[in-house]
């Protein structure tokens, strides 16, 4: 392994070879080649002492090559401006107080992006630079993360948009010519204003969760909860609003442990399972509600849990899609929305200390089954 070498070491590899050794033992006390981010450390003149894996891949640049070099040739860094930043920073004849450039986005040759820190080690303060320890970080995984957070803003102004737009309309048509129009014609507007502005709302409340949830900032409140009559409950609104009561089948295993949960966040997972079904399933929509074990690693007890599994018997999920379900965005092939609901459910689920999965029902439609452990309170536990 080559992570090392000295700028006074003889010349050839077997020399640099016999320096790592010391050099790890003395300096790191482990191996350097093991960090996931790149090292680039240079001596008291200026030189390449390490360059360890992680900074040969993301370089493109052998270690072989970058050691015993001037830091400033090894490793030719530009701001985004084009200039160069070892002759701005000047890390060995710059102010003798400064210690450490803070993580900025500068440029590799061609134009490459990375994340680089660097550290000046002083043996005494204000005295003169011993080392420089630079940190190189790959820029892809924040890349990912700004993709994901333009597509979002993307998809939110998307789904804003048509309800505002609807809203506005009808508001501006209303306001201009209320006496041309008839009460069931205002009625009929007002509804619709009415709907967009719940649609806007459901908007606002989903970027909240995913807030929360991305932060872990979710907050439970946690009561008893009767999962079968909440399941009850959503199967009599969709009955009530047209779906023939048949098209439920709801089978409850008793005796269900005692659940703790926050009854909101619960009802908002069910919601979100069984209007995926309506919607998107085809038959009966089968809802079975029994004890399990507890999925938790560790915890004792055979029905330490409940589980919950909504089925149905449309086409189902296909397979190449079973592990993205749960991922922002994810929508089947007739999927409409943001596509941030079961995101959002997974989140839910997981910050009740619960798990949640996806499958293949045995009528051949898509298969949802959650589990939560039993729970209590902090001022009861």
Known sequence: MTVA??????????????????????????????????????????RVVCFNAAAARITAVRAADALGRPLERALPLEDLEGRRWWQ??????????????????????????????????????????????????????????????????????????????????????LLAKWERFTDDQKRLMLETVDADADRVTR?????????????????????????????????????????????????????????????????????????????????????????????????DGENAATSVTVSDEGPGIPEESMNRVFTRFWRGSKRGGTGLGLYIVKGIVEAHGGTITVGRAPGGGAEFRFTLPVAAPAYLA
Request: proline fraction near 8%; avoid cysteine.
């Open 203 to 299: 908007l606002i409340a989903e970027l909240l969760d995913i807030s929360r949830i991305d932060s872990g900032r979710l907050e439970l409140r946690r009561q008893p909860v009767d999962i079968g009559a909440a399941v009850s409950r959503h199967i009599q609104a969709y009955v009530a609003a047209g779906q023939p009561a048949d098209r439920f089948l709801l089978r409850i295993e008793q005796p269900l442990p005692a659940l703790w949960a926050d009854p909101d966040k619960i009802d908002q997972v069910l919601s979100n399972l069984i209007e995926n079904a309506v919607r998107h399933g085809e038959g009966t929509v089968t809802i079975d509600v029994t004890p399990s074990a507890s999925p938790r690693e560790g915890e």
């Open 88 to 173: 701005l920073t000047d890390p060995y004849g710059g102010l003798a107080i400064r210690v450490r450039q803070p993580e900025r986005n500068l440029l590799l040759p061609g134009g490459r992006e990375v994340l680089v820190s660097a550290r000046y080690v002083r043996e005494e303060p204000l005295g003169p630079v011993r080392t420089v320890v630079v940190s190189l970080r790959d820029t892809e995984a924040r890349r990912r993360t700004e993709r994901s957070h333009a597509e979002l803003i993307a998809t939110v102004a998307h789904e804003l948009r048509s309800p505002l737009t609807s809203v506005k309309g009808f508001t501006a048509t």
């Open 5 to 46: 070498g000295t700028s006074t070491a003889p010349e050839g590899r077997d020399a640099r070879q016999a320096a790592v050794p010391r050099h790890r033992d003395a300096a790191f006390g482990f191996d350097p080649d093991q960090l996931p981010d790149g090292l680039v450390v240079a001596d008291a003149h200026g």
